[in-house]
């Protein structure tokens, strides 16, 4: 409505700033016609249940303050209302990005209306980032060089930056939850397509129903056979990768295309996920990241490691220190002979390397629980797909850099 006016020149005679001529003036017959039309345009722009409270109104000034009187927030315990849902509301998991901005800025944008103070640039970007899910923590960490609190001058393009990034990482997510979810679907029919073909009953049913398992002849523990015993198929794994490094280290003779290959196999990061995402591989056999200023202590090398796509250089090797979550509890991680290869989308974190290390990766019910040589629980990730050496699975974990400042539980 202000819009409105405003393109016709008539706002002026609304809010009093054009006063009514005196009585015998020659300007006040054009008064009276602009001020005449002002009041038709705001009566046809209201509803008829409004009508009868401005029908009385002699001049567009006096209806514009009536509905000011009756409509305007202005309620010291509407503002208090606006502002706790603002300030204090959270978004779910299962919701759209779409809909969790279009909520608060609804909310912002009322709280705006009444008073430019009462939602500045700043509160927006800041509202925003803390409505966000626990399970945003490590994405909102990449947003911190985009805040400043000091040059007010700079809040209108911080808060454009941080809503735009916030609505990518919405959608990828997204998007990410829609494949893996087809993923999903996908592997339950091969299974029970397999179970069909086999004659087995993937319910849970089968012909050797009934018949108790006994003790397990390798680590002597009930309830399960020797050739299904998790210990062996453990031990056997590392007597290979011992063998494989042993042998790679006897081959230093050979000629030059042979020298500084890496033991470690790369499985080809999704362009889904973010540079800032760590991807637990049950298949890979070192750490690696793509990203130089992750490293606290780093050393230059020559190296190749296999990836999908053929060998892949790595660059440098280092240490990288990081937090891991568990729930509302983080726990530092120490990451040693970390790989340094720039090509490389993500941040893979090798579960042999955690293995040979004294710690242990669990995979059960589409999850990896890792845990410290102590027995405890670090982190657990849910499967997200497959590479072509094992399984993956996303990880909440956040790198400390030089810069990076984190509280620890």
């Known amino acids: 409505m202000e819009d409105l006016l405003g393109e016709l020149e008539l706002m002026e005679y609304v809010d009093g700033t054009k006063a009514k001529p005196s009585t015998g003036a020659s300007s006040l ?22 009508m009868t409270n ?63 103070n009462l939602a500045t640039d700043f509160d927006w970007a800041i509202a925003l980032i803390a409505s966000l899910p626990l399970s945003w923590d490590v994405f909102i960490q990449t947003l911190r060089p ?15 930056q941080v809503t735009s990034s916030v609505m990518a990482e919405g959608q990828r997510k997204e998007q990410r939850s829609v494949e893996a979810g087809l993923l999903a679907k996908k592997n339950t029919a091969a299974v029970a397509t397999f179970g069909r073909l086999n004659g087995k009953n993937t319910s849970g049913g089968s012909g050797g129903q009934g018949k108790r398992k006994g003790e397990c002849n390798y680590c002597h523990k009930m309830g399960h056979w020797e050739r299904e015993c998790r ?43 973010s540079s800032h995402e760590w991807i637990a591989d049950s298949g890979a056999g ?35 220190r990081a937090i891991i979550r568990n729930g509302n509890k983080t726990n530092k991680l120490l990451l040693r002979n970390v790989a340094h290869v720039p090509s490389f989308a993500g941040n ?54 030089p810069t990076t400042q984190v509280a620890v539980a």
């Open 348 to 401: 893979l974190l090798s579960c042999k390397v955690i293995d040979f290390a004294g710690g242990a990766c669990l995979f059960k019910g589409r999850r990896c629980t890792i845990y410290a040589p102590n027995g405890r629980t670090l982190g657990v990730g849910p499967k997200i797909g497959d590479s072509a050496k094992g399984s993956l699975y996303l990880m909440d974990i956040l790198v400390i850099t």
């Open 146 to 160: 985009l805040l400043t609190f000091q040059d007010k001058t700079k809040w209108p393009d911080m808060a454009k």
């Open 29 to 50: 017959t054009d008064w009276q016609k602009s001020d005449r039309k002002a009041r038709g345009i705001i009566r046809r722009c209201v509803d008829d249940t409004v």
């Open 54 to 116: 401005i029908l009385a109104c002699e001049t567009s000034s006096d209806v514009w303050t009536q509905l000011k009187q009756l409509y305007e927030v202005a309620d010291i315990v509407a503002i208090i209302e606006l502002r706790r849902n603002f300030f204090s509301h959270r978004m779910l998991d299962e919701t759209r990005i779409d809909d969790h901005v279009c909520t608060m800025r609804s909310w912002y944008d009322q709280l705006h209306a009444i008073d430019a």
């Open 231 to 273: 210990k062996k198929k453990a031990d056997q794994e590392k007597k290979k990768e011992t063998a494989h490094i042993a042998s790679t280290g006897e081959q230093g003779d050979q000629d030059q295309s042979d020298q500084g290959g890496a033991v470690a196999f790369v499985a080809k990061a999704p362009s889904s996920f």
């Open 286 to 320: 070192s750490h690696i990241v793509g990203n130089r200023a992750y490293f606290s202590t780093y050393e230059p090398a020559s190296e190749v490691v296999q990836g999908i796509g053929g060998d892949v250089p790595i660059v440098g090797r280092g240490t990288i």
